[in-house]
């Protein structure tokens, strides 16, 4: 708590506050282009937002014409991120997958999810206490790093987020690796921090799934992690994971991350 004071103090008199990230990204099996992306979050001294979109591309677009948008917002509340509420929605083809979940202090308040789960006799029901202290899948992938020192470090890996994305509860957990440097096509160039990610269900789901033991045994995940200029949180450069197909890599095309400074005002008075 002390160095979270101390850098508050220390910072108070820099006119950079606040930062905006527009990134863009490419998807990969074995190589082969199945898909493209956008990310924007914005982030200021109490609230945060974020919103990605993305499509298939290639050949998978022939066979699957998936198309899918989400978005999270909320505020930022003793340095953490605190969701208020998230929304996706997957067109493929003619179906349609819709979830809105409504949170607050980190408490799941109501969700939807459409088409409804009809699930069978070995699941495992997600519970009134499964959907206390969780994040929504978009804030899940926004690293917050505590302190005083650079961002990019070993921290912003070292963490342990409890998800609900309106049908399955998991946990997500991610240990330091190593430390890369990277060069998107546009924009940021410099560190990154990789953390090894590990995936575990919790509620929600039915465990003889092929998917769900498939992740849960999966010890090969790796997410790079850039940051959003003058704001401690760092958010996905790089994910890869191997699949029965290959591996599958979402990599910033595009990461162009710009500080949004105070207003002039308040800076002079420091």
């Known amino acids: 708590m002390a160095a979270l004071i101390a850098f508050a ?23 082969i282009p199945i898909g493209h992306g956008n990310w924007v979050v914005e982030i200021s001294e109490d609230q945060y937002s974020a919103a990605a979109s993305g499509a298939t591309t290639g050949l998978l677009q022939i066979f699957t014409g998936a198309r899918g948008n989400s978005s999270a917002h909320g505020v930022i509340s003793g340095g953490q991120l605190v969701p208020s509420s998230y929304a996706a929605t997957i067109n493929v083809d003619k179906k349609t997958d819709d979830v809105h979940i ?14 409804p789960m009809h699930p069978g006799p070995d699941f495992i029901p997600v519970s009134e206490a499964d959907r206390h202290g969780v994040l929504d899948p978009l804030t899940s992938t926004l ?3 505590a302190g005083q020192g650079d961002p990019v470090s070993p921290d912003a890996c070292n963490r342990k987020v409890s998800v609900f ?3 399955i509860r998991y946990d997500l ?4 690796k190593r430390m890369e440097n990277v060069k998107a096509d546009k924009g940021y160039q410099g560190p990154v921090v990789v953390c090894a990610v590990f ?9 003889e799934r ?11 995940a790796e997410v790079w992690l850039a940051p959003i200029a003058s704001t401690r949180v760092l958010v996905p450069y790089r994910f890869s994971l191997p699949t029965p197909l290959g591996q599958g890599v979402l990599q910033a095309t595009q990461f162009v991350s710009t500080a949004r400074p ?9």
């Open 9 to 31: 103090v220390d910072t108070s008199h820099m006119a950079a506050a606040q930062g905006r990230l527009e990134a863009e990204y490419n998807a990969t099996l074995s190589g």
């Open 102 to 115: 409504a949170m607050s202090g980190g408490n799941v308040k109501e969700f939807s999810v459409d088409p």
């Open 143 to 145: 690293s917050r790093v």
């Open 165 to 167: 994305d309106g049908r």
């Open 173 to 176: 957990h991610s240990e330091f």
């Open 199 to 207: 995936f575990r269900p919790v509620s929600g789901y039915t465990p």
């Open 210 to 220: 092929a998917a769900i033991k498939y992740l849960t045994a999966m010890r090969d």
């Open 262 to 270: 105070r207003a002039a005002s308040n800076a002079k008075t420091q």
